[in-house]
């Protein structure tokens, strides 16, 4: 399994970004997430899709930031809208494997999740 995260971004407040995240040996039995971590703070999820294409987001980016999954180019994305200086930080993509059966969690702890991508920065002038 490996996640390779692009896009190395920065931009200005108030404009977008998107962040692909190459998957490899991710099938759609795992969960997939984005993560972000600031200096000196805790890593925060802020978008994960499970087996079925559920997403859920975490409440401070609810409208601002969404992700999709293309199983069939093994792709997973993050669009960044209205970005806040606050949102500067490392940008991680996750993936989980559950089970055979696929992985229905919703769960946006960083514990949860086995593999990580090396990460991305983007900076919010």
């Known amino acids: 399994v490996q996640l390779v995260e692009s896009g190395l971004g920065s931009v200005q407040a108030g404009g977008s970004l998107r962040l692909p995240c190459a998957l490899s040996g991710v099938t759609w039995r795992y969960c997939v997430a984005w993560f972000r971590q600031a200096p000196g703070k805790e890593r925060e999820g802020i978008a994960v899709i499970n087996s079925k294409g559920t997403t859920t987001y975490a409440d401070s980016v609810q409208g601002r930031i969404f992700s999709s999954r293309d199983n069939s180019k093994n792709i997973l994305s993050l669009q960044m809208n209205s970005l806040k200086p606050e949102d500067a930080a490392m940008y991680y993509c996750?993936?989980?494997?559950?089970?055979?059966?696929?992985?229905?969690?919703?769960?946006?702890?960083?514990?949860?999740?086995?593999?990580w991508g090396q990460g991305t920065q983007v900076t919010v002038s």
């Open positions: 996750a993936a989980r494997y559950s089970g055979f059966s696929g992985c229905y969690s919703s769960s946006l702890d960083y514990k949860f999740f086995d593999y």
